[in-house]
């Protein structure tokens, strides 16, 4: 036997749930009974199925409750039939879904103060007076930076055109020291080349002069040598040809210090005649450049007798 309850937020009626179960309790000992007597007769397999999800029964509403009726006694035991084939078991009841809760109600809205709509007011205010500073803080750091990047940008163009103004005034400096360098060079050549042309001028004016000087000399050496001739008294005993060479020093006024004969002529007499002329010559002739006159100080004079 199969019983189905469905639970439910009413429960059944308190009565027909005790009823209900006094009269299984009937059954079930009724049952016990036949089974016990079946097995002492005959070996047989017997199955019961029990039930435990019975409800509590509750109190009864009224004070006198209905009472069940008392079992027959046990009737002469027929003879046992053989078993029958065991039923299929049935399926277990699927458990039934939670009860939904009902969602509490919900309240109306009661109507604020005045007190209450003032301090949201204030907050509203508050929160927006932090919100503009806030973005006033933001726009301000913003700027700063944005003035900053402007002026660290604006230093590193001024620090590059002073690169740039440093490099081309060392680019012009070098350039002028090139340029004086070449200038230098061009100078000091002009200047070897001037006084190469200087030197050589020199050189010809000295050689000019010198060849002026040495015919100064030739022609006042052949003076003197004929004023000593004149003034020479040759004995007729000399023969033509007769040589004899003197060296003297003579004075810056033209006096004769020394007179000495560095080649005699082998004739005394030429050359005793020679001296004796040479005082007799005195003072002897002399440029008017002093320089000239310092060459006639040690000079070797050649005397030769002609007829």
Do not use: C
């Not at 006033?136 to 002026?151: F, I, L």
């Amino acid at each position: 036997m199969r019983r189905s309850v469905s639970r439910s937020p009413r429960r059944q009626d308190n009565t027909k749930a005790i009823i209900l179960a006094l009269v299984v309790h009937g059954f079930f000992i009724l049952f016990l009974i036949f089974g016990v007597s079946w097995h002492r007769s005959v070996s047989s397999t017997f199955q019961a199925e029990l039930w435990t999800d019975i409800p509590k029964p509750e109190a009864p509403s009224s004070p006198h409750p209905t009472l069940a009726p008392q079992p027959e006694p046990p009737q002469p035991h027929p003879k046992p039939e053989p078993p029958k084939p065991e039923p299929p078991k049935p399926e277990p009841p699927k458990p039934l879904p939670p009860p939904v809760k009902p969602l509490p109600p919900v309240e109306p809205s009661k109507p604020q103060s005045t007190h209450q709509v003032d301090v949201k007011e204030q907050n509203a205010d508050i929160a927006l007076k932090k919100r503009k500073q806030a973005e006033e803080a933001k726009a301000k750091e913003a700027k700063a930076k944005e003035e900053k990047a402007k002026e660290a940008k604006a230093k590193k163009i001024a620090r590059e055109k002073q690169m740039k103004e440093l490099l081309k005034q060392e680019q012009e400096e070098a350039r002028q020291e090139l340029l004086d360098d070449i200038r230098h060079q061009k100078a000091k050549a002009a200047a070897a080349k001037v006084k190469a042309l200087q030197e050589k001028k020199a050189a010809e004016a000295a050689a000019k002069q010198a060849a002026e000087q040495e015919v100064q000399l030739d022609a006042f050496k052949l003076a003197i040598i004929a004023k000593i001739k004149h003034h020479t008294k040759v004995p007729l005993s000399v023969p033509k040809g007769s040589t004899t060479i003197i060296k003297i020093t003579v004075l810056p006024d033209g006096t004769v210090l020394n007179k000495v004969i560095t080649q005699s002529s082998g004739n005394t007499a030429y050359d005793q005649a020679v001296l004796e002329g040479i005082d007799r010559s005195q003072p002897l002739p002399l440029p008017d450049d002093i320089k000239l006159r310092r060459q006639f100080r040690d000079m070797e004079l050649n005397f030769t007798h002609e007829k």
